[in-house]
């Protein structure tokens, strides 16, 4: 299954992957588009050709993160950035022009687009193809697992500028892989493919990269069919225990565990345990 196209929407109806008709969507003739699928929303960037990640896309991704956070019919995510390239990083050209004052000013908007992308209360599947640099390698740290394309190349090559990742690399990356493999990628700015990608954990799955938005969205989908609210509050207790102590850590889980009981899902998950066996329930 290719990406949805990049330039889907004419009227307000994107066709999906496959011809499937799309949801209509909210969408202007910009960098970046939400286009909704069987309870899956694609995430896109499009911004020939290394998808650089300049100012305008990076306020474009809070926003689409921010509606599909809202979004009902949005029940999981995809991040994709097409079929050669997932994102080589920021604007590097944009970025020259920018002294101390002016990017003291744009961090913090720069990192709260990341951060959006990651709060997104819903599973998130990063599709990586291609070169997943600096930016392209901090947005896919985003999501909650990474496929990644037999060509995918990860790297956080900063340090090659003089400058260390400014989108969220030195904390989510440290998380994620330990930080010796965090610091290793950092402080050389070394690309590594997707195999040793997949070995050090940086990503969960490596497919031929034809395959990976098709996997990424069946995996998606199948996410979208479950418990909604048991899968925010899944997502939420395992990011927020990480910020903290265990004793805060399972009191977050046994809040949300015992405020499960007043779902109409569990309801739903237990009577169908209980009439049919396990995992036949059909959940909202």
Same mark, same amino acid.
């Given at each position: 299954?290719?990406?949805?196209?990049?330039?889907?929407?004419?009227?307000?109806?994107?066709?999906?992957?496959?011809?499937?008709?799309?949801?209509?969507?909210?969408?202007?003739?910009?960098?970046?588009?939400?286009?909704?699928?069987?309870?899956?929303?694609?995430?896109?960037?499009?911004?020939?050709?290394?998808?650089?990640?300049?100012?305008?896309?990076?306020?474009?991704?809070?926003?689409? #993160? +921010? !509606? @599909?956070?809202?979004?009902?019919? &949005?029940?999981? $995510? *995809?991040?994709?950035?097409?079929?050669?390239?997932? /994102?080589?990083?920021?604007?590097?050209?944009?970025?020259?022009?920018?002294?101390?004052?002016?990017?003291?000013?744009?961090?913090?908007?720069?990192?709260?687009?990341?951060?959006?992308?990651?709060?997104?209360?819903?599973?998130?599947?990063?599709?990586?193809?291609?070169?997943?640099?600096?930016?392209?390698?901090?947005?896919?740290?985003?999501?909650?697992?990474?496929?990644?394309?037999?060509?995918?190349?990860?790297?956080?090559?900063?340090?090659?500028?003089?400058?260390?990742?400014?989108?969220?690399?030195?904390?989510?990356?440290?998380?994620?892989?330990?930080?010796?493999?965090?610091?290793?990628?950092?402080?050389?700015?070394?690309?590594?493919? #997707? +195999? !040793? @990608?997949?070995?050090?954990?940086? &990503?969960?799955? $490596? *497919?031929?990269?034809?395959?990976?938005?098709?996997? /990424?969205?069946?995996?998606?989908?199948?996410?979208?069919?479950?418990?909604?609210?048991?899968?925010?509050?899944?997502?939420?207790?395992?990011?927020?225990?990480?910020?903290?102590?265990?004793?805060?850590?399972?009191?977050?889980?046994?809040?949300?565990?015992?405020?499960?009981?007043?779902?109409?899902?569990?309801?739903?998950?237990?009577?169908?345990?209980?009439?049919?066996?396990?995992?036949?329930?059909?959940?909202?």
């Amino acid at each position: 299954m290719p990406g949805p196209p990049a330039s889907a929407v004419t009227n307000g109806t994107a066709p999906g992957p496959c011809g499937r008709p799309l949801a209509p969507v909210n969408l202007h003739p910009m960098t970046v588009s939400l286009e909704v699928s069987d309870g899956v929303g694609t995430i896109r960037l499009d911004r020939p050709p290394m998808n650089a990640l300049d100012v305008a896309t990076q306020d474009r991704l809070r926003e689409l #993160a +921010e !509606e @599909a956070t809202r979004r009902d019919d &949005v029940r999981a $995510v *995809v991040l994709y950035g097409g079929e050669k390239v997932f /994102a080589a990083g920021a604007d590097i050209k944009e970025m020259q022009a920018m002294d101390h004052a002016a990017m003291v000013l744009r961090s913090k908007a720069l990192q709260d687009s990341f951060t959006a992308v990651a709060r997104i209360p819903k599973p998130v599947v990063a599709a990586v193809t291609g070169y997943a640099l600096g930016g392209g390698c901090e947005l896919a740290l985003c999501a909650d697992f990474r496929i990644a394309g037999d060509n995918a190349k990860l790297g956080q090559p900063e340090i090659l500028l003089g400058l260390i990742p400014g989108a969220g690399g030195t904390q989510r990356l440290a998380r994620l892989v330990g930080p010796a493999k965090a610091k290793d990628l950092i402080f050389t700015g070394r690309h590594v493919r #997707a +195999e !040793e @990608a997949l070995t050090m954990g940086l &990503v969960d799955r $490596v *497919v031929p990269a034809a395959e990976v938005y098709e996997q /990424a969205h069946a995996w998606a989908a199948k996410l979208a069919k479950g418990p909604a609210l048991a899968l925010r509050a899944a997502k939420e207790a395992v990011d927020a225990g990480l910020e903290t102590d265990i004793d805060t850590g399972l009191t977050i889980e046994r809040t949300w565990f015992a405020g499960l009981f007043a779902t109409e899902d569990r309801e739903r998950g237990m009577r169908s345990f209980v009439e049919e066996g396990p995992g036949k329930a059909k959940f909202l």
